[in-house]
Every structure is written in C-alpha cells, then in structure tokens.
C-alpha cells in the first residue's frame, strides 16, 4: 500500500510556470506506476500525464503535450508534474495517482490516490 500527498499548486498568471510534487510513502516505490489527473469545477476528472515504472517512459494528455512535464525521483520517493505556460484552462484540481501495473490513463485503473492540490491560472 502506498499514501500520496501532492503539493506546490497555487494561484499563478497565464503564461506562468508551477511544478506539483506528489511525495509517495512505502519502500516499494519503484514497483509503481504514476499518474497525474485533474478535475476543473463542474467537469469529469480527466488524464494529463504518466510516467512509467522505470521513468524511461511518459504519457501526456495531447492538451497539455508539449507544456508538461512528468518525471519521477525514487531516491525521494517523489513524482513531479512540471507546467510550463500554463492556460486558465489549466484550472483543476491535480491528483496524483499510482498503480502497481503498467501506466494508464484511465483513472478507474488506479488503486492510490492523494488528496488534490488546487491550481489556479488567472488570466
């Protein structure tokens, strides 16, 4: 079993940059598989990125493709969400996520999940 907690969201400008840290518990952190979720007000929770187990391999979400981020540190037990030129489109909740599987996108496909920071992009 793992526990996720998410931090370094905020209230940024368009154009701005935020990196997100989801700090994972547990000693079997390299056997997991992250991703990163959002969920804006009045909208379905939605995929942005993956990283795999090993980090070699990432997955993004084609609207933010390009602008984020993903990667992992398992000396620290750590995963990051890096957004560059962020959009007030890019208003969400940000979840962290992880299964003990290969990455995915489908969000019923992951069995941890962290409690949400809040980012918020004025324009």
């Known amino acids: 079993q793992v526990q996720l907690v998410e931090s370094g969201g905020g209230l940024v400008q368009a154009g701005d940059s935020l990196r997100l840290s989801c700090a994972a518990s547990?000693?079997?952190?390299?056997?997991?598989?992250f991703g990163w979720f959002r969920q804006a007000p009045g909208k379905e929770r939605e995929f942005v990125a993956a990283?795999?187990?090993?980090?070699?391999?990432?997955y993004y979400a084609d609207s933010v493709e390009g602008r984020f981020t993903t990667s992992r540190d398992d000396a620290k037990n750590t995963v990051y969400l890096q957004m560059n030129s962020l959009k007030p489109d890019d208003t969400a909740v940000y979840y962290c996520?992880?299964?003990?599987?290969?990455?995915?996108?489908?969000?019923?496909?992951?069995?941890?999940w962290g409690q949400g920071t809040q980012v918020t992009v004025s324009s």
């Open positions: 990283v795999s187990r090993s980090g070699v391999t990432q």
């Open positions: 996520a992880a299964r003990i599987a290969r990455y995915s996108s489908l969000s019923v496909q992951y069995e941890y």
């Open positions: 547990g000693r079997t952190f390299s056997t997991y598989a």
